[in-house]
Every structure is written in C-alpha cells, then in structure tokens.
C-alpha cells in the first residue's frame, strides 16, 4: 500500500439546529455548524470533521485539497507540513486551522483504513479506556433542564464527573451563577467531581473571588475563568483558587500551547483537534504538555477523540459535549457509548470507526 496516494479530497458543511436555545458566559447559539472533509484513496475513504463556519468547506476546496492531492496517502505528517506552508498567507489561526484540522483528521482516518488496523491501534494504544466528562448545564436552561441533564449522566450513564457554564452574561449574574453550581451539587450529590466553566466571563479579581465562594461545594475544575488571552490572568486565578484552572481550547499550534505551559497558566491543558491541526499537532502539543509535567484534556468533539486520547500517555479526560455528542450520534455510524464514565475507541473496526451517513446529515447540508 507504500504507492497509494490521495486521489480526491472533498467538504461538505451542515447546520444542524440544537434542541433548545443555548449560552455560555460570553456567546449564545441556535445551530452548530459541522464541516465534514472525506479524502480517498485505493478505494477507501477517510473522513474528518470540525466544527466551524460553513466556510471551512470553501477553505479546504480552494486551499488545501490541491496540496494535498497526489501525496503519498501514508505520509500524513508531510501533508500536513504542506498544508501548513499553503496556509501561510492566510494565516494559520481560526478557520484556516479548523480546515486544516478536517482534512488532516480524514487523513490519519484514510491510512488506517488503507492499512486494515483501527486508528487508534496505528497511534499506539496507552489506554485501553478513555474517561469522560460530561458538558453542558448551558446558562440558557432552567433549574430543571439543569437536573435533567445532569441526572442522565450520573444515573443512567454513570459518568463520575460533569460540567456547566456559568459567568452569565460576561459575568454580571454571579449571583444566579452560585445558585446553579449549589443546586448542581445537590442534584449529583457529594461523590461526583463538579466542573464549571466561565468562558473567559470574568475578571481577574471577580474570578478569584468566584473561586473562594464556590470551594463551599467542591468544584474541581475553573475552565477559562478569564480569557484564555490573558495568560497572567489566568496564573493569578490558578495560584489563589483551589480548583484546577484550565484552558487551551482556542489553541491554533505548538507556539500557543508552549506559551500557555511556560507561563505557568494552567494546571490541565485542553487542545481541540478540530482547531489546533488536527490528530498530527495534538500529538506534538500533548508532548509540549508533558515536558511542563501537564496532563491534557480533550476539548468537545469526543467521538473523534477517542482514538488519539488513547494514544495519549499523559490524558485526563475527554469533554462529552452535549451539541456535538448529539450530532455525532445524529449523523454518524459508530458514534460511541460514555456508560461507566469511559468510552472504548473502534478497536475492532478500521480507522476512527465514525462513517457519515448522508441520508441523515442531507437536511441539514449549507453547501453544494
């Protein structure tokens, strides 16, 4: 299979409604947009995704797709290297990055199948079981959308840590933020780790203070207390909080991470594949992470994370979000199952084990 090369490489974007209205600390929402990349080769199909403006899908058309077009299809990171190079003009960072992660996740996908082993076998097994978390707890719903959702992953799934947002409205609710983690904690009871995430809603200080208050019911992790931008921000929370602070989600490259990791900013470091470069940067930034003694988290996208957070030495968790959890168990065969708190890449199928079905996704399809 040393002579396989990529053959044509394709996106697609679609925007799928949520359930019900949504908001964080600083953004709200109606629909997520998902921008599907399938590449081919020798008559298999590797497929990536990311979750981004519809123009992706045109970024990938009329950037990348020629670079990397004839290349030797087992030869992912020299695509990559390509792709990076065509971008420069561009500039790598937002939705270039989110397109170059699509088509770089579709080509790690189309090896392994070229190769009849999963992908997470290909990358290197270091964990059989990927725990979870599970996220939402959006500021939009009401105390009792707030219970129900958190009560399906600790009851009926048994997933042992979860997530809500607070820093309502750029974090001018804080009293109504408090009020939700303390009926949070009364839903999951005492055992389960409670997670919060602002979304860069705070201040400095603010956010120091939030942190004080809300040690009375335990929680675990301050996600983006401030924005993830301001790095001395985020240090002069982690070292006054007792939660572990977190952040990394928007990273674009190696350079953001290390900067994040050398300014001592964070005590876990999130990466998204779909954003920073897809499964090839994960694994140079999870190194970046582990040379400053960091564990990593997987931001969102679980499905397609499974099988490089397996090859992860030093992983903490994957993020088991609501929006694309939904989508992906919408629209794609072999989405996974979080019961137990884990989820077990597709070892036992070729590549991610994920297939797009498109009679389901061509509803929602925003580009030709």
């Known amino acids: 299979m040393g002579d396989a090369v990529v053959e044509s490489v394709e996106a697609r974007a679609y925007t799928i409604p949520t359930d019900t209205p949504e908001a964080d600390g600083t953004a709200a929402w109606q629909a997520t947009t998902l921008v599907v990349v399938r590449a081919h080769a020798a008559g298999h199909t590797g497929t990536g995704w990311t979750y981004g403006p519809a123009g992706c899908a045109k970024l990938v058309d009329e950037l990348l797709a020629g670079v990397v077009v004839g290349r030797d299809a087992l030869a992912v990171p020299g695509s990559w290297a390509a792709m990076v190079r065509a971008a420069r003009n561009a500039t790598r960072a937002g939705a270039v990055g989110y397109a170059i992660s699509a088509v770089d996740v579709a080509l790690w996908d189309l090896k392994a199948r070229l190769l ?10 270091v964990h059989e079981k990927v725990p979870v978390y599970g996220s939402g707890g959006f500021t939009t719903y009401s105390d009792q959308r707030m219970a129900q959702e958190l009560t399906g992953w600790t009851d009926d799934q048994r997933i042992p840590r979860v997530k809500i947002k607070i820093g309502e409205s750029w974090g001018k609710s804080e009293t109504r933020d408090l009020d939700r983690i303390a009926k949070a904690r009364d839903t ?4 389960v780790e409670l997670y919060v995430d602002a979304n860069g809603g705070y201040q400095r200080k603010q956010a120091v203070r ?5 040690a009375e019911w335990n929680v675990r992790w301050f996600e983006e207390p401030v924005s993830s931008d301001d790095l001395d921000g985020l240090r002069e929370v982690r070292d006054r909080a007792d939660a572990d602070v977190t952040a990394g989600e928007y990273g674009t490259d190696i350079t953001y991470f290390q900067r994040m990791c050398a300014h001592g900013a964070v005590d876990c470091l999130q990466i998204d594949a779909t954003r920073c470069g897809g499964y090839t940067e ?3 930034s999870a190194a970046i992470a582990a040379s400053f003694g960091l564990t990593v988290s997987g931001h969102c996208a679980p499905n397609l994370h499974a099988p490089v957070a397996a090859a992860t030495p030093n992983l903490r968790h994957l993020e088991w979000f609501h929006d694309h959890v ?14 137990g708190g884990t989820i077990t890449p597709n070892g036992d199928q070729h590549g991610h084990g994920m297939t797009l079905v498109d009679e389901a996704a061509a509803r929602y399809l925003v580009t030709p």
Do not use: K, Q
Not at 188 to 191: A, H, K, S, T, V
């Open 326 to 339: 939904r989508i992906e168990s919408m629209l794609f065969e072999g989405a996974l199952d979080p019961t």
């Open 188 to 191: 999951i009871g005492p055992d």
């Open 282 to 284: 994960w694994l140079r």
């Open 210 to 214: 939030m942190a004080r208050a809300m």
């Open 116 to 125: 009849n082993v999963s992908l997470a076998r290909l990358l290197g097994i």
